[in-house]
C-alpha cells in the first residue's frame, strides 16, 4: 500500500495548477488545504518522514474530493485514488454522524424502519417541536437533520421490470442507490417514465445495494468492495444496453468499479437520454420557465458528461436553461462531507446560492440527490420556497404520451 501511495503521488510535479480549481484553498489559502499540499504530506507520511497526526489527518479529511484538481491536472494525478487509498490504509475517519447514514444506506432492513420513524417524526409534528427546541444543535445532529425535506410520503412500491412503452430499442438496468427510493422517489419514477417512452425495458434488480462511496470515501474499502461485489452481481445475467445511474454521485463510484465488464456500462441518465432518447423530443410540452441549472461535481470532473444535462433540457420548448457560472465551486455536500464540515460546507453553499438567486429562477436543477438535498436546506433556511429537482424529473413532466398526457406534477 505505501508503494501505491508513493507511486501515485510521484507522479505530481506540484506545478500549481490545481490551486485556483480546489475549494479549500481558494477559502483558506493555506497550501495544506490544496491538492499539491495533501500530496506532499502524503509522499511524506508513506515515505516515513512525517509521523502521523490529527493534524495531518485533519488536512486530508478536509479534502471534498470534488476531484476538480483531476480535471485540471496535466500530469493526469489520481489524487481521488491516492486520498482514498491514505484514509483506507492510515484510519478511518467515523462520526456518529457519518456512522448512523451509513447504517441506513447499507441495510435495507434499517432502512425501512427509517422511513417509517421519518414519516411519523414529520406527520406527527413532532419535527417542528424538535427544532423549536433546537435539540438537533443539542445532539449535534443538525447538519443531518436539515436535509430531511419538509414531508415525507408513503413510498411507492417498484417493480423490477418495466416494459418499453414505444418501439422497444433496447433494455437497461437503473440503478436508484441506497436514499434515492426513499428520499427523491419522484426521480426514481420519473426516470422509469422516460426510459420506457424511450423505448427501453428497465431492469432494476432488488438485490442492488448502495453504491459504496460513503464507505469508501470514510476508509472503509473492506465495505466499498462488498458493497461491489453485490452490485455487480445483481446486474449479471442480464443483456443490458447500459446500466442507467440517477444519482451522478452513484454514477461516479459505480464507474470505478474494479470490473471493466460493469464499468463500462454505467452512464448517467442524462448522458444516456442525450445519445438514445431522440423518440423523446417530439412529445415534449413547453415549458415556459427560467431553470438554474447547478452541475454536481461528481458530473463535471468525475464522469465529465455535465454538458449532456444542457443538451437534453434545451430540447425542452420555451425553457430558459441558465448554467451557474464556471466559477462556481464544489457545493459543500460532497456526500457525508456536510455532516462532519458544516462550516466549510456552509461556506461553499452560500457562494453557489448567491449566484443561483442573482436572478432568482423559477426552478433549480441538479443530477445529484446530496447536492439537491443540501441545495434545497439552504434555500429553505433562505426563506426561499424554490423547487429543487433532477433534470429527468422536468423532462417526465413535461412527456407526452400516445392519447394520454402524462404529467408526474398532477
Request: with cysteine.
Amino acid at each position: 500500500m505505501m508503494n501505491e501511495l508513493l507511486s501515485d503521488a510521484d507522479l505530481c510535479v506540484k506545478c500549481g495548477l490545481c490551486l485556483p480549481h480546489c475549494p479549500t484553498y481558494t477559502h483558506t489559502q493555506n497550501e495544506n488545504e490544496s491538492p499539491r499540499g495533501r500530496i506532499a504530506l502524503i509522499q511524506a507520511w508513506a515515505g516515513h518522514k512525517l509521523p502521523g497526526s490529527e493534524a495531518l489527518f485533519a488536512h486530508i479529511d478536509n479534502c471534498l474530493l470534488c476531484r476538480a484538481c483531476e480535471r485540471a491536472c496535466p500530469a493526469v494525478v489520481p489524487y481521488s485514488r491516492l486520498i482514498d487509498n491514505f484514509r483506507s490504509h492510515s484510519h478511518s475517519h467515523r462520526s456518529v454522524r457519518v456512522a448512523l447514514l451509513k447504517k441506513v444506506a447499507h441495510n435495507q432492513k434499517t432502512r425501512r424502519w427509517a422511513q417509517t420513524a421519518l414519516r411519523v417524526y414529520q406527520s406527527s409534528h413532532l419535527q417542528q417541536t424538535v427544532r423549536r427546541l433546537n435539540l438537533p444543535k443539542l445532539l449535534r445532529l443538525q447538519s443531518l437533520e436539515r436535509l430531511l425535506p419538509s414531508h415525507s410520503e408513503p413510498i411507492s412500491p417498484i417493480n423490477s421490470y418495466y416494459p418499453a412503452t414505444a418501439p422497444e430499442q433496447g433494455q437497461v438496468g437503473l440503478f436508484v442507490g441506497c436514499l434515492g427510493e426513499w428520499l427523491d422517489q419522484e426521480t426514481v419514477h420519473a426516470a422509469i417514465t422516460v426510459l420506457t417512452a424511450a423505448g427501453f425495458a428497465v431492469h432494476i434488480p432488488t438485490t442492488q445495494a448502495c453504491c459504496g462511496a460513503l464507505a469508501l470515501h470514510d476508509g472503509d474499502s473492506t465495505t466499498a468492495r462488498h458493497l461491489a461485489a453485490t452490485n455487480i452481481g445483481s446486474f449479471s445475467g442480464l443483456t443490458l444496453t447500459a446500466i442507467v445511474s440517477i444519482a451522478s454521485g452513484c454514477g461516479s463510484q459505480l464507474r470505478d468499479y474494479n470490473n471493466a465488464g460493469f464499468a463500462g456500462k454505467v452512464m448517467d441518465i442524462s448522458h444516456f437520454l442525450s445519445q438514445f432518447g431522440a423518440a423523446l423530443t417530439p412529445r415534449l410540452k413547453p415549458l415556459p420557465k427560467a431553470v438554474c441549472l447547478h452541475s454536481p461535481c461528481s458530473l463535471k470532473n468525475s464522469l465529465r458528461t455535465d454538458q449532456s444535462v444542457v443538451n437534453l433540457l434545451q430540447k425542452i420548448p420555451d425553457l430558459n436553461l441558465v448554467p451557474l457560472p464556471d466559477s462556481v465551486q464544489c457545493c459543500g455536500s460532497a456526500g457525508s462531507y456536510l455532516l462532519d464540515h458544516p462550516q466549510m460546507a456552509q461556506t461553499l453553499l452560500t457562494a453557489v446560492l448567491d449566484q443561483a438567486l442573482a436572478q432568482p429562477p423559477d426552478i433549480l436543477v441538479s443530477s445529484n440527490i446530496g447536492c439537491a438535498l443540501h441545495i434545497a436546506a439552504g434555500l429553505r433556511e433562505r426563506g426561499f420556497t424554490l423547487e429543487v429537482v433532477h433534470p429527468v424529473v422536468l423532462l417526465a413532466r413535461q412527456l407526452t404520451a400516445l392519447g394520454l398526457e402524462e404529467d408526474l406534477t398532477d
